[in-house]
């Protein structure tokens, strides 16, 4: 079992940043993969950003490739999401998740309850 709690949401201007934080708790693979998904009112919920517990390489959605980053610390279990140059479409529920080596978004087994990114204009 994996528990997964976010933090470090709130509310920006437009242009600002905001670090996100997954604090990971429980048995976890070296198989593992870890994403950041996000989702706003009304809207399909999306992959922003996806890394290999064991490895260093990352996958980028389209809409935050070069203003998101996605990191890890693996001794303790934490996962980061640093968002610069936000947008007012950048506003959404982000969600931090983690599955055994997921093609899609339902094969991501643990899931944590989400933290909110307000981005004004």
């Known amino acids: 079992q994996v528990q997964l709690v976010e933090s470090g949401g709130g509310l920006v201007q437009a242009g600002g940043s905001l670090r996100l934080t997954c604090a990971a708790s429980g048995r976890t693979f070296s198989t593992y993969k870890m994403a950041w998904f996000r989702q706003a009112p009304g809207k399909e919920r999306e992959l922003v950003a996806a890394i290999l517990w064991s490895g260093s390489g990352t996958a980028y959605g389209d809409s935050v490739k070069g203003r998101f980053t996605i990191s890890k610390d693996n001794a303790n279990y934490t996962l980061y999401l640093q968002m610069n140059s936000l947008r007012p479409e950048d506003t959404a529920v982000y969600y931090c998740?983690?599955?055994?080596?997921?093609?899609?978004?339902?094969?991501?087994?643990?899931w944590g309850q989400g933290t909110q990114v307000t981005v004004s204009s």
């Open positions: 998740a983690a599955g055994s080596r997921p093609l899609y978004m339902k094969e991501y087994d643990y």
